[in-house]
């Protein structure tokens, strides 16, 4: 199992390397993306046993709150799930179904995520990005995701594989798209659109006391 997740995560950071070295590409929306009070993007997803899970199913008989992730080693997101584990319990108290949704694929890397984040919902899992790209997330300018990183340049190997063995020696591996950002999103029974919160930097985690509002006024 841990070879198998080892695996995996390296298929993953290479993945990562090869986003670094392209740099952002979907950093502007062609068309508007979901506005409140339109109707939620319904989008078939897996869950992390590999079942057919279809959005629309989740608001069936409550509202819901999408929580979506940036890619599973982010430093920020891992703040962002910290932060998230304790409001969970209230989120729950306002009647709401919480979801999680990530860039991983279904199988043991998703589950070794969610162990090791101790996640406290269920997570689809979005590998090709259909959710995120329905809902407007757009990928960051490199200022937008590290200052650190402002003045990235492409195919700059040398430094992506410095950042890569750095963060391989610690529980924040570099996997996946690292230009990606989240949002958070309410969605009522009826299937509208809510709330909606796209984040504009790595670290732009919505006010609970918003979303609670949100939550409580449906």
């Known amino acids: 199992m841990i070879d198998d997740v080892e695996a995996r995560i390296r298929e993953a950071e290479e993945r990562w390397l090869q986003h670094w070295l392209g740099g952002p590409q979907n950093t502007k929306w062609h068309t508007l993306p979901p506005q409140t009070g339109e109707k939620a993007p319904d989008v078939e997803l897996r869950d992390v046993e590999g079942n057919t899970v279809r959005l629309i199913s989740l608001w069936g008989n409550s509202k819901t709150l999408l929580i979506f992730l940036r890619h599973y080693g982010c430093k920020c997101g891992a703040e962002r799930m910290r932060r998230f584990r304790e409001e969970y319990p209230d989120y729950l108290a306002t009647g709401a179904n ?21 996640v406290p919902c269920p997570v689809l899992c979005d590998p090709e990005l259909r959710a995120y790209h329905a809902y407007g997330l757009l990928e960051g300018l490199p ?3 590290d200052p650190d990183i402002a003045g990235w340049r492409p195919n700059d190997r040398e430094t992506g594989v410095k950042f890569l063995e750095a963060r391989r020696k610690t529980d924040k ?33 919505p006010n609970a006391q918003y979303l609670l509002a949100a939550l409580r006024s449906i």
């Open 173 to 205: 591996r570099l996997v996946d798209n690292p230009w990606l950002l989240s949002g958070e999103f309410i969605v009522d029974k009826q299937g509208t659109l809510r709330y909606l919160h796209r984040y504009q930097y790595c670290e732009d985690f």
């Open 98 to 118: 919480v979801v999680a949704i990530g860039q991983g694929e279904p199988g043991v890397r998703t589950k070794h995520y969610i162990e090791l984040r101790q």
């Open 143 to 145: 200022s937008q995701i």
